[in-house]
């Protein structure tokens, strides 16, 4: 048997929540409001397991991270935040290990000021 529980309100504010269950396991949740803040999450089930989960919010900060995960271990994730800086990372375990790793920090205001004052002038 599935289910889905969705809601929605605009002027009363909550924006969307909807959740997903099949043969009694929730599969999907999904939410995202706006002045009340908390601007999407995501999560995604299999066998009583969360497998993904992606987040992005705003003025609150973080800004994206997204991980998988399987048989209980974290196999991919990703972030990219700005003012709270770290801007990009992604990683890729297996069984434990860290086996990719890229980080990308270069602020994009100083790129944006060297592209800005070369072009200047």
Known sequence: MSRVSCNIYLRGEQRVSCNI????EQR?????????????????YLRGE???SCNVYLRGEQRVSCNVYLRGEQRVSCNI????EQRVSC?????????VSWLHVTPVESRLNEWNTSHSQ
């Open 91 to 99: 990683n890729v375990y297996l069984r434990g290990e860290q086996r």
């Open 81 to 84: 935040y700005l003012r709270g």
């Open 21 to 24: 269950y099949l043969r009694g």
């Open 28 to 44: 999907v949740s999904c939410n995202v409001y706006l002045r009340g803040e908390q601007r999407v999450s995501c999560s995604v």
């Open 50 to 52: 969360q497998r993904v």
